[in-house]
């Protein structure tokens, strides 16, 4: 399927044909039947403990939470938190969540108490799940906020909080486990707010994303094209957290295709390896520092990854030559790159067999549309012209919770403007260059990071690099780099300032020098954090 071009410079990613999600009375209802009628297919595998889960055990057991979330007084449209790793009882709370008809907010497990705090201001839930490493800082939360009614425990507790359920014995107690099958309420689609994910906070404090009944059922439908790939029965590995959205949507967009998703709950060099070998990964759900690591770190060699067939990536810029690498290295047939926001729900762009060019974020997936404008005239770009990367179609949020000022500079007319800059070439195929907010301005060229940290990656010494702006009297910004060296090599910083100056265009030179790290900062989905850098260049040189 190709892409076609409408008056005005809008490409469509054609008509979405099949309807299956849609016509369910809710996302809860169509998670239900899918795992009913897959039986005792293995549907989720720990990857730590090897314990495999059934599509029937999922089943029975989001029944019986369904039915304990009732009891507790939770109804429809009310709100649920869910802090926690990636592990089955995360699946089980937010698929019970949707069965009652409830919000679910997923909270990242790495938030300090200020975030946490912040986060459920914005989502207001009425009962929260919490593992065991993220309890005391949910109960602390809890205790300053009226509108949490009670917490439910994972394993672990707290004394900061009075109202605190064990899952497992709530899961265990005879009353509820009565019934064998649940019945969701009918959804209003258009309006019922199913999931809260919040935003990365790559470039300020996390948005609430709110998505809607219908932004996530249309989103399966398309997932289910002929076109789209297939996971029907496939063995997929995933690190990638569940509380975020590419995590999330790829966690229920598996679990209704019967695919088997092997989890980890965090990324552990050999473990992660040591799953791909054991358990025969075909496809593995990727971030790019995820893609570096295969690309780059010795001990990869060491397992038989033969299995993997397909990584697809996204969620930050993927370089072509880390693709390059890892085709070279490991021999994987097939690398999709994708690109996504929170606020599209899954992934709007993403590669196939037939538009895959290296360095390329793929094609419009169906029932997307695309304009590319000049972020200051708003004048619509054509092909091979560099401007804001703008999208409408049935996955795009419905708004960010209680903002309606960043909502309607968000979407206009529809349109999710995504302040990223990128362009299409004459096939419709996309390419990103970075974010409006992170390019850096060089005498008035406009040079982004991703560019030179791609350059920088292709260095043998080099583990891995983050390019930032330093303010500058006379130029405006002068890219600076932060390496992290591979070990045991020397290399000093007018080698890297030579490398660069050999291999990219005059603009890009480092002129702001470069810094030597232990570690580039980076969130549980892969994208760099410029701030933390920015910071670290505004303090004394000794501290760094
Ligand atoms: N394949 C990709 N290549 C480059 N960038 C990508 C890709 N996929 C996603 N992104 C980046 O991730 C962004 C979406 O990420 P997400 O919704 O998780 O939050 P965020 O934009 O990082 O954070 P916030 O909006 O809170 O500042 C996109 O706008 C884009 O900048
Ligand atoms: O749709 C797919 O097949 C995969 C390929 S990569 C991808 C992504 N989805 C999201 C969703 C949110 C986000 O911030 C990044 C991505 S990449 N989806
Ligand atoms: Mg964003």
């Given at each position: 399927m190709t892409s076609t071009l409408l008056p005005g410079n809008i490409v469509y990613g054609g008509p979405v044909t099949e309807r299956e999600a849609q016509d369910y009375r809710s996302l809860g209802q169509y998670i239900l039947d899918k795992y009913k009628s897959f039986g005792e297919q293995s549907v989720?595998?720990?990857?730590?403990?090897?314990?495999?889960?059934?599509?029937?055990?999922?089943?029975?057991?989001?029944?019986?939470?369904?039915?304990?979330?009732?009891?507790?007084?939770?109804?429809?449209?009310?709100?649920?938190?869910?802090?926690?790793?990636n592990s089955v009882n995360f699946a089980l709370a937010m698929f019970a969540g949707f069965a009652v008809g409830a919000t679910v907010a997923p909270l990242n497990v790495t938030y300090s108490d200020r975030e946490v705090d912040h986060a459920i201001n914005l989502s207001k839930p009425k009962i929260i799940f919490a593992s065991k490493i993220t309890i005391d800082r949910v109960a602390k939360a809890a205790s300053k906020n009226k509108f949490v009614k009670g917490i439910i425990s994972f394993g672990g507790s707290s004394k900061k909080f009075k109202n605190i359920y064990a899952l497992n014995?709530?899961?265990?107690?005879?009353?509820?486990?009565?019934?064998?099958?649940?019945?969701?309420?009918?959804?209003?689609?258009?309006?019922?707010?199913?999931?809260?994910?919040?935003?990365?906070?790559?470039?300020?404090?996390?948005?609430?994303?709110?998505?809607?009944?219908?932004?996530?059922?249309?989103?399966?439908?398309?997932?289910?094209?002929?076109?789209?790939?297939?996971?029907?029965?496939?063995?997929?590995?995933?690190?990638?957290?569940?509380?975020?959205?590419?995590?999330?949507?790829?966690?229920?967009?598996?679990?209704?295709?019967?695919?088997?998703?092997?989890y980890l709950p965090k990324f552990e060099e050999n473990l992660f390896l040591a799953a791909i070998e054991k358990y025969r990964v075909m496809m593995a759900f990727m971030v790019p520092p995820l893609m570096v690591f295969l690309a780059k770190h010795p001990i990869v060699d060491k397992y038989d990854l033969s299995s993997l067939m397909v990584l697809l990536c996204g969620a930050a810029p993927l370089s072509r030559e880390t693709e390059d690498q890892i085709k070279e290295r490991i021999g994987v047939p097939f690398i999709r790159q994708g690109y996504g926001l929170s606020e599209s729900t899954l992934s709007v762009l993403v590669q196939n067999d037939e538009f895959c060019k290296p360095g390329s974020v793929g094609v419009l997936k169906v029932g997307i549309y695309a304009k590319v404008i000049d972020p200051d005239t708003g004048k619509l770009l054509g092909a091979k012209e560099r401007g804001e990367l703008c999208f409408k179609g049935d996955g795009i949020m419905k708004g960010y919770i209680g903002d309606t000022n960043s909502t309607q500079t968000a979407i206009k007319d529809g349109w999710l403007h995504t302040g990223d800059i990128g362009y299409y070439d004459e096939e419709f195929e996309f390419f990103i260059v970075d974010r409006i907010k992170e390019l850096i301005k060089y005498k008035g060229y406009q040079v982004p990071p991703a560019e030179?940290?791609?350059?920088?990656?292709?260095?043998?010494?080099?583990?891995?690099?983050?390019?930032?702006?330093?303010?500058?009297?006379?130029?405006?910004?002068?890219?600076?780099?932060?390496?992290?060296?591979?070990?045991?090599?020397?290399?000093?910083?007018?080698?890297?300032?030579q490398f660069v100056n050999d291999n990219a265009s005059p603009a890009k030179r480092l002129r702001g020098g470069v810094i030597f790290v232990d570690e580039i900062p980076k969130n549980p989905s892969g994208k760099i954090l410029r701030r933390i850098l920015r910071d670290m260049l505004k303090k004394p040189k000794s501290k760094l």
């Open positions: 989720l595998v720990d990857a730590v403990n090897g314990v495999e889960y059934s599509a029937s055990f999922m089943h029975k057991s989001i029944v019986r939470l369904a039915y304990i979330l009732q009891k507790l007084g939770v109804k429809q449209n009310d709100v649920i938190g869910l802090s926690s790793e014995e709530l899961m265990d107690n005879d009353k509820f486990k009565t019934q064998p099958d649940f019945l969701s309420p009918v959804a209003n689609k258009e309006q019922d707010v199913t999931l809260i994910v919040c935003s990365s906070g790559t470039t300020g404090l996390p948005k609430g994303v709110q998505l809607t009944q219908m932004n996530l059922l249309a989103t399966l439908d398309s997932q289910i094209q002929p076109t789209q790939i297939p996971m029907e029965e496939v063995t997929l590995l995933t690190v990638i957290p569940w509380f975020h959205a590419f995590g999330c949507l790829t966690l229920i967009t598996t679990a209704c295709r019967g695919a088997r998703l092997v030179i940290e791609a350059l920088l990656l292709t260095n043998e010494k080099i583990k891995d690099a983050a390019v930032i702006g330093k303010p500058d009297e006379e130029a405006g910004e002068l890219p600076l780099a932060f390496v992290v060296k591979q070990a045991n090599v020397q290399l000093t910083e007018n080698e890297v300032i």
